[in-house]
């Protein structure tokens, strides 16, 4: 059994900033790609941004580059994304997912997601 579990989010001013965290725990052989998400209330979830298991190959959503950075820490099985220059549009859930492979062979993971809120 695979958890992915998310925290950092909460409630920032435009213009802030926040450090997200996706921490994964169980019998997991390694983990792949790593990938965060977001949903905006009545919206769609869109991809945010997405980073190798080296850590070299990183990719944005055009909404976000220049102001997000994903990283990793593979020791600890973790995912960190820093968001910064918040907009009220991007209030949402923001979700972690990666793919993993266990003693059951490949599989992908989402968490529960965190409430990012930034008023208007």
């Known amino acids: 059994q695979v958890q992915l579990v998310e925290s950092g989010g909460g409630l920032v001013q435009p213009g802030g900033s926040l450090r997200l965290f996706c921490a994964a725990s169980g019998s997991i052989f390694s983990i792949h790609t790593m990938r965060w998400y977001r949903q905006a209330p009545g919206k769609e979830r869109e991809f945010v941004s997405s980073?190798?298991?080296?850590?070299?190959?990183?990719y944005y959503g055009d909404s976000v580059k220049g102001r997000f950075t994903i990283s990793r820490d593979n020791a600890k099985s973790t995912s960190y994304l820093q968001i910064n220059s918040l907009e009220p549009e991007e209030t949402g859930i923001y979700y972690c997912?990666?793919?993993?492979?266990?003693?059951?062979?490949?599989?992908?993971?989402w968490g529960q997601g965190t409430q990012v809120t930034v008023p208007s």
């Open positions: 997912n990666a793919d993993v492979t266990t003693n059951s062979g490949w599989q992908s993971y």
């Open positions: 980073i190798s298991w080296s850590g070299g190959i990183t």
